[in-house]
């Protein structure tokens, strides 16, 4: 059977991923995700107003049109989790495809308010939740399956494409949790079984965020237990404390909350981003939040919440906002620049529980945005996070399991591909023959 492997988007930069599969006619297109630095570098843009072929020359969402190439018809279009840059160009490009939208139930509750908060689309692919561990037909001779990982979002999988040339695993985004706050470790033995099934791996497509980074990833319970001791650091506080963190990042969140509930304050989280990602896990059960805390994403619902913060007493309250990389509409900029009601003071506390995305724009407005809140006394309290991405020890371990016999380095810039090909070369593999360094817009034939 011919396998074909388009490398359409993310294979230039960190974000806009989008990967499709052909395994003789049947094709899988694995991500349509946004390139996020490509938005925030334009004031006001509103991207749920802005039609595709406009998204794709500004390089904001995956340039698709090399999928004409590919002689099949696409069978399924799989998220593997629910961060923009994964999913974000869903509502613009997968109208094209008459195929459904398979992930799993969190991801594909995300999708579905992209889709509905599109305003030039009518989006109408079946979407279709499968759980990590379940198994879908693609085609007469192919199955699609999901296996749980862990990230910095809840309900990530790495699908996996079993084919009769071997096993394409599409290895975006995990990083090797054992110990996880909210979910089950990852699931590392199936990952062992798929490398000694049948015909193995045929080839692994990889994220190489983190692989110049020695070692291992922590787990989410060590940010767990770095954030536990910076809040008891300032529960005598008396004045204003404010955390930010990513508003996807269910895990974190409900640290958040339930810490500002051990040193006394009300948590109250603020954003739309934070509304939505923390409210769909709520209403999915996916989270326990206590039965009082409040959820305020629209402008004036937001400005209430500050107003009766100021009026109670900052000390009583943990506002938990967006903006943790000085995005310039996000709750905690606002804050900064003194658009909102909240007035910092010198002494305040503001917590970042997030690191910055080493990105030119993101590095530039989280700058400025720290810069506005120190110019108004706060105290800094920085990257109080662990990474959701593997190191290269996470990067060794997963090719000691998988054995593939081809490796595609992607997530990441031809810079960020050197730490990984070094590794996979140390391993044995080879530039040109089954370590394919590639770019956007481009095939792969790995059998013909």
Known sequence: MEIEIATIGGYEEVGRQMTAVRA?????????????????????????????????????????????DLEGDVKAIVPTHGHLDHIGAISKLAHRYDAPIVGSPFTIELVKGEIESEQKFGVENDLVKMEAGGTMPIGDDCELEFVHVTHSIIGAINPVLHTPEGAVVYGLDKRMDHDPVLEDPIDMERFREIGREGEGVLCYIEDCTNAGKKGRTPSESTARRHLEDVMKSVEDYDGGIIATTFSSHISRVSSLVEFAKDIGREPILLGRSMERYSGTAERMGRVNFPDDLGMFGHRKSVDRAFKRVMNEGKENFLPIVTGH???????????????????????????????????????????????????QGARIYDDIHVSGHLREEGHYQMLQALQPQHLIPAHQDMAGFAPYTKLAKSQGYKVGRDLHVTENGNTIQLVE
């Open 24 to 68: 003789g006619d049947d094709i899988v297109i694995f991500d349509m995700g946004l390139n996020l630095s490509q938005v925030l570098i334009h004031d006001n843009v509103e991207t749920e107003k802005m039609h595709s072929l406009d998204l794709i020359d500004m390089g904001a969402i995956p340039d698709d049109r090399v999928m004409s």
């Open 325 to 375: 990389q000085g995005e310039p509409r996000a709750m905690l900029t606002r804050m900064g620049r003194g658009e909102t009601p909240y007035d910092i003071e010198d002494g305040d506390k503001v917590i970042f529980s997030a690191s910055v995305i080493p990105e030119p724009t993101n590095e530039g407005q989280r700058y400025q945005s720290e810069q506005l809140l120190r110019m």
